[in-house]
């Protein structure tokens, strides 16, 4: 295989975010991306894996989504001093 993931059934058209099209279902390549481990609560994984079920997408696509959309207010000043930065 030439690092492609082949999709078998029909993707719907739904999205968490603007920000994040889900349909793409499983990234094309790694290519660029970090591998890595998280450690989830047996209820935080259960619950994901349901929310990534119901908006007809994988796992991996929500973490993407969260850990973007985490990072884009973590770097947003908050206060007067750090706008000036």
């Not at 295989?1 to 082949?6: D, E, V």
């Not at 990234?27 to 994901?48: F, K, P, S």
């Not at 991996?60 to 973590?74: S, Y």
Request: hydrophobic content about 35%.
């Amino acid at each position: 295989m030439t690092g492609r993931m082949i999709l078998s059934a029909p993707m719907k058209r739904r999205f968490f975010s603007p920000k994040m099209d889900t349909r793409r279902q499983r990234a094309q390549t790694r290519e660029g991306m970090v591998v890595t481990t998280v450690a989830l609560e047996r209820d935080q994984h259960a619950r994901l894996k349901a929310a990534a079920k119901r908006h007809s997408t994988v796992l991996t696509a929500v973490v993407r989504q969260a850990v973007e959309e985490w990072l884009d207010r973590d770097e947003k000043p908050t206060s007067p001093k750090e706008k000036q930065r």
